[in-house]
């Protein structure tokens, strides 16, 4: 039992931001399943958010939580979430991948989480073309955001009783910024002394991840291998719409699918898993301090897939996103 | 090396059509293996010779490589070479023999392909994926530098030149080994101008290829895509860091780095290579798998054109490690590495 302190009970305001592709579906679904619970949480709904727009800026730094489909700048081919992350400074990047019995996988018995440095590294957006033809991009990593993110890994393990942390990097090549970043890894896991510590080159990790994916647990690495492995995890487990993640820094929380993705090959056919973002939903329900219909949705998640054998086409059925959420519904309360 | 020389005297034949070919043994497990393909390529009458070469534990040149000036010389001449696992020496003052090859001979290609093996058990069955890294810049430049205390910087350089040589050799080797689609990976949605420049040349290139379907894809997407369902896809084209990870994954699908063939080429010469390690525990044992290595020979067989030695091989070694009647321990079997080579000359 959760003994609320007198007052918890109040209407908690969330933003909530569709965005494009997959992503109106998928936080649809949450919509509805969270009605249907009754859940005390007001969504404040951000249509047309815009980076441009100064009032959509100053309304995303509202509410603490934020549930986010899919963002996209106008003609932009690639997602732009990117944006969020540097805005709020949401520095710790978590996705989850475990097996789920019941759909087609790849391996069984996995259970991985992992953290992925969200605000630097390759993705600092520094480029320009040094002679004409000759282009530089600029990877930046800094001791400062690589101790906050593994803090974030070992303190992630310590709370939900994780037994390792696997550090992945390149440093036998790039000597000084993977370099750094380890180093970091290594200072903060001496202060953890009864979490095991490994370190593992990233071309390796991803060759055991497909072979032998049982052996890790935790997992800290830099922004794009992170981007690379959260993928890798999915896949080997039950694909992007089931893994389900969350993006946290000191100020706000923003959760959304695990893997990032605008999945436009699929948008609007009703035909998107949303067992991912629903997964991600009760992240932010506990976050909130409403563990309760956190457990009522995984359940009814678990039980429509595993015992009504009810499931969307990337994991093996042809159930619609509707029919899907529907059943997830009438299953709540178990 | 003993094994080594003995074997080579016996397949030198002086007849004026037998291509000369470089073969570097190797460290550890390097020479049962080489001896093993020898075996095999002599038993199927392939119409090379091999001259064999060394690779020292100390430097050679004053660029501290080691490898001597003649070698390098004589792989330019011969323009194919083989070459197994060696050992790092650890200390300064020299250069990994990769990084010797690589820049000294300017292999621009790093060629992987991975191919379910039947036979050989894993959750991906199905899989014939072709990794094509660009080997010579990108993050693996070097160029790193402390900006101020407890801030560093990498340089990831992207030139059109080297983009445009690995883009075409991606698609002459499509070309050349009947394949049908390449898809060039990238992550031009961060870096703009870097992945940019490398996917804008790809498009460019593929236009010349009208016979072979192109597409793109973020390398994150496709990365799940390998590890969910492999199976749909064909030749990948990619930078240096993806293409590092990239090849790893894939020779995870089908069983490891003991059962996976790599190819670095250049515009004068190309080195074929196991990448797996040199095992010194199970060197001399007469246990080493040899398959790696000799995948590799048979893809230097069919780049030099000699496509029905290389398919003979082949089609028995698959057929061996199908049947499963001798197969190495890191297979699972019980067999020497000598049966296991018996086992595919008797198939041939
Ligand atoms: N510093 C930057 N400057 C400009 N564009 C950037 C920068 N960093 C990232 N991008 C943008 O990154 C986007 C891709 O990153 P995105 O925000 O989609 O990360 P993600 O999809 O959440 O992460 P990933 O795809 O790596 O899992 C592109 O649309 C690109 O516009
Ligand atoms: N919830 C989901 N259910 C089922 N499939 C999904 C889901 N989310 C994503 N996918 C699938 O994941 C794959 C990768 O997505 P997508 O093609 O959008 O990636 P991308 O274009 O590389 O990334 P970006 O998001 O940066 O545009 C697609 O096949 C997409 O349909
Ligand atoms: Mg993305
Ligand atoms: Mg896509």
Redesign the pocket.
Known sequence: NYLQRPGEGALKNVTLIPGV??GPE?TNSVRTVFEALHVPIKFDVLDNFNFENDDSKKQLRKNECILLG?M?EKNQ???DNYKFYKYLDLYANITFAFSFEGITQRHHNTDIVVIRENTEGEYSGVEHEVYPGVVESIKVTTKQASLRIAEYAFEFAHLSGRKKVTAVHKANIMKLVDGLFLQACREVAQRYSFIKYEEMIIDNCCMQLVKNPTQFDVMVMPNLYGSIVQNVVAGITG???MAAGASIGKDHALFS?G?????????GKN???????LVSSTLLLRHLGLPNFADQICRAVQHTIQDKNIK???IGGNATTDQFTSEVIKSLGR | MNIIRKASTTILRPQFNYQKVILFPGDGIGPEISKAVIDIFDSAKVPIEWEFHEIHKKRVTEQGDLITEETLKQVKALKYALKGPFETPIGKGYRSINVTLRKRLQLFANVRPCKSIKGVKTPYPGVDVVTIRENTEGEYSGLEHEVVPGVVENLKIVSYNACQNIAQYAFEYARANNRKQVVACHKA?VMKQGDGLFLKVCDDVAKNYPEIEFSE??I??MA??LANDPTKIDVMVMPNLYGDIVSDLCAGLIGGLGLTASGNIGKDCEVYEAVHGTAPDIAGKNLANPTALLLSGIMMLKAMRLNDYANRIENATYQVLEEGKFLTGDLGGKSTTTDYTKAIIDKL
């Open positions: 592709g997959i998928i899919v996209t081919k690639y997602t694909g992007v719409g699918q893997c990032r993705h605008t999945g436009r090959d699929i948008a035909v998107v898993n949303p067992s991912a973002m969307t086409k990337d | 949605g894809e973020q994150d997407t799940f895509k």
